[in-house]
């Protein structure tokens, strides 16, 4: 998505936060009120990419005034209102908007010359220190996370970070406001563990909805404000690892754009606090999304910018999983040169063994992930055989304790199967699946599996095909 290429009437002012804006939000986080956004776009018929980002730009000052469709938009969600009304500077005041018809009424909607721009602020480079790009460029500011410290509760953060991890209502245990301390920035590390635990086990579907408010909690403790730089350190580093799992739940639930929301701001997280292990795991998981939303090239960027902030780290299991992330782009590009030299460097930095600078997060990642990401990049580049091999050897060196790993590792086995020319083995190994499914709700393994379905539909006669499909057929929908 392009940005306006118009200065404002004051370049050298700085810019006015617009606590308008901020109220409207209200407790929802960055990530969410951006959701909401996209949803109120699609009832009109528009499309923006609204994220975090674009959230804290606009609460900041950043955005004097939005573009038509972002106006659009804005006066659908909050009826009755002008742009003024919201915080808005006038669409007048902006030097240098060209006159369009009477110079103030917005063109039709889907005007691709203006469905993307932002007034009252430079254009965002391409690339600066960051070489990953999608509709917008990720770089942090000095005001990125202002709208992360407005409003909020700290003993709310810490009630709805407590045991269980994933209350329904943060704002039902809201006390007086305190500064938190080491045991707030425990209990918003302990929250991230537990969502972590829940999707090994049980998938990303059930959790996502539910993971919103312990987000909310952890705003909430950055906003309070902790005394000792230890703990504020523990803080940001917890909230960003905490957006990161939340957006893996959306991720493995399909909901990309959620996804890339979060994603986005652990990434300004990291960069706000110099935080290279917390940007090496945003990047991993934003090379990741980009393969599965079909930008390969995105991928491979992602990819090696992550490899670079994860050097100083000393961690060559990280490493290794980073040249993963690269090969699943390079797959994506079919440059089966370029996916084989990264899948080397992959096994090799695997082969010199874990040791203490391993991340926390990394729990997941030992010889069977590798296996498994392995067999992605060999379907990916049609090599059903070869990736059929991995994928099994996945799932049979998978630990138990990881149920929808196992469930991922077989449905993709079964999808290579099939696609391979082996339906009978496909069938078997799709009803183990089918046997999974009651304690992994997971988007991704329900995709793979209706397309080894589909794949096998003219196999029907096969060994165990025809059970397959009937099992299959009457799985429930999913909500």
């Known amino acids: 998505m392009a940005s306006s290429t118009v200065p404002s009437s004051q370049p050298d002012r700085p810019p006015r936060p617009n606590p308008v804006f901020r109220q409207l939000r209200g407790p929802r986080s960055p990530a969410e009120f951006a959701a909401a956004v996209r949803r109120a776009a699609h009832e009109i018929g528009e499309r923006v990419s609204c994220d975090a980002r674009y959230v804290h730009r606009v609460e900041a000052g950043e955005i004097r005034c939005p573009n038509y469709a972002y106006e659009r938009v804005f006066l659908h969600m909050f009826p009755g209102r002008t742009l003024t009304d919201l915080g808005f500077a006038p669409r007048s005041s902006v030097r ?146 905490l957006a990161i799992s939340v957006g893996w739940l959306a991720h493995d639930s399909g909901r990309f754009d959620d996804a890339r929301s979060h994603y986005a701001e652990a990434l300004a997280t990291a960069r706000v606090t110099g935080d290279p292990g917390l940007e090496a795991h945003a990047f991993c998981n934003t090379a990741f999304l980009a393969r599965d939303a079909g930008r390969p090239r995105e991928a491979v960027r992602a990819a090696q910018a992550a490899q670079r902030a994860a050097r100083p780290l000393g961690s060559p299991h990280l490493m290794s999983l980073l040249a993963l992330r690269e090969a699943g782009g390079w797959a994506g590009l079919a440059d089966r040169a370029g996916c084989e030299q990264a899948l080397a460097r992959a096994q090799a930095y695997f082969d010199r063994g874990p040791t203490p600078a391993d991340p926390e997060w990394m729990t997941f990642y030992g010889e069977a992930e590798l296996e498994c990401l392995e067999a992605q990049c060999w379907s990916t580049l049609g090599d059903w055989p070869r990736a059929a091999r991995h994928a099994r050897r996945a799932a049979e060196l998978q630990d138990p304790h990881f149920t929808r790993n196992i469930a991922l590792y077989t449905a993709e086995l079964a999808d290579d199967l099939a696609r ?60």
Do not use: K, W
Request: glycine share 12%; hydrophobic share 35%.
């Open 96 to 241: 240098g908007r060209r006159g369009r018809g009477d110079g103030g009424t917005p063109p039709p909607v889907g005007d691709p010359a203006l469905v993307t721009g932002d007034t009252g602020g430079p254009p965002e480079p391409y690339e600066t220190r960051n070489p990953y790009h999608t509709h917008h460029n990720y770089e942090e500011s000095d005001v990125l996370r202002r709208a992360f410290m407005t409003g909020g509760s700290a003993t709310v953060a810490a009630a709805s970070l407590g045991p269980i991890a994933l209350a329904p209502d943060a704002s039902a245990a809201q006390r007086a406001v305190r500064r938190p301390g080491a045991s707030d920035a425990g209990a918003l590390e302990d929250a991230v563990r537990h969502i972590r635990l829940l999707d090994d086990r049980h998938g990303a579907d059930g959790l996502y909805r539910r993971a919103a408010a312990p987000l909310r909690a952890a705003y909430a403790l950055l906003d309070a404000g902790a005394t000792r730089q230890r703990t504020v350190d523990r803080l940001y580093a917890g909230a960003g690892e």
């Open 420 to 479: 391979g020319g082996l339906p009978d083995e496909a069938a078997s190994a799709g009803m183990r699946v089918l046997d999974l499914l009651p304690e992994v709700q997971s988007c991704r393994v329900r995709t793979i599996l209706a397309g080894t379905a589909r794949v096998l539909l003219p196999h029907r006669r096969a060994s165990g095909v025809s059970a397959f499909l009937d099992r299959h057929a009457s799985l429930p929908r999913a909500v």
